[in-house]
């Protein structure tokens, strides 16, 4: 119902999306499903990947930021899986009114993301290509779940992001056209 | 001297990136490095791309637009090459100063960049994140090019942009700290 698709290319080193990750595995109606485990080799199957799509009532994105962007396994996702006549173009509505979620994290506190710091920017700025991609394949645009600084992050601080991820996520499952 | 970084996964079947490719390889001082030709294994080899960053003045990245960002291989790049210790961080100083040119093309019409059409956005909203990878690595940020709904152009339309593309890299070779 709800597919979490993953891309974390060091997901054992991984500090916050390891801690997300384990909270939201396990939510009834989730199916993780890890790129970087699926495809070490980059070969994406384009035909299971819209099979699992267009099978998901929610799509969750989530990734660590890198460069201010995705990581490049999920970008080659986004331009293999999402094709013309099936995400966009003439016949392509497998994905319309579904739903997405994305979720990621930062390595910046969110007071390096303001004009003049080291991030240059509102970490906002940069959501605009992940909103744009979801519109453009006629999804309905969830809030994002954006943590920052994760990996410096007391515990229990992580702990309650990921507490709020959990729930978020059986919200949507119990709640489909929550937004 | 310029180091041309392009990310094209179907440069053969590209018009309008072709087109400026022509334009460009043969400017004196300018180095075409092909990464998908290079690395059609998405298999970099990060020392050899940071010797290379290292001998440029000049840094030109140059891709179409994918999904309003860049094609894989190109943010497998960003990622694997622009290190911690090299690129940023301490003692990573190897880019500071270098100019950084912008070059992308896109599926659409300036019209469909703007709010209420398909795009949702004026297309400079999907620009900070390239901005901001260069000026974080201390690199100077220039006007980027970028020509929209290339590959439907009319080909003297695309010939002038490729002229222009041709002399905007040719006034970076002689007036190095042109902006």
Redesign the interface.
């Given at each position: 119902m709800i597919l979490l698709v993953y891309a974390h290319?060091h997901h054992g080193r991984s500090i916050a999306n390891r801690a997300l990750i384990s909270a939201a595995r396990d939510v009834d109606g989730v199916t993780l499903h890890p790129l970087y485990d699926r495809y070490p080799d980059?070969s994406i199957d384009v035909a299971e990947e819209q099979r699992r799509l267009a099978a998901a009532r929610v799509i969750v994105w989530q990734h660590p930021t890198?460069?201010?962007?995705?990581?490049?396994?999920l970008?080659?996702w986004?331009?293999t899986v999402?094709t013309r006549g099936f995400a966009y173009g003439e016949g392509g509505t497998a994905l319309r009114c579904k739903q997405v979620l994305w979720v990621t994290t930062t390595g910046g506190t969110p007071a390096q993301y303001v004009h003049g710091a080291?991030?240059?920017?509102p970490f906002g700025?940069?959501a605009?290509?992940m909103?744009?991609?979801a519109?453009?394949c006629g999804m309905h645009w969830l809030d994002p779940f954006v943590v920052h600084a994760a990996h410096k992050m007391p515990a229990d601080e992580l702990a309650r992001f990921a507490s709020a991820y959990r729930a978020r996520l059986q919200d949507l499952v119990s709640a489909p056209q929550s937004t």
């Open positions: 290319p980059f890198f460069w201010y962007g995705t990581p490049a396994l970008q080659l986004l331009e999402l080291v991030h240059g920017r700025d940069f605009p290509r909103e744009q991609t519109r453009f």
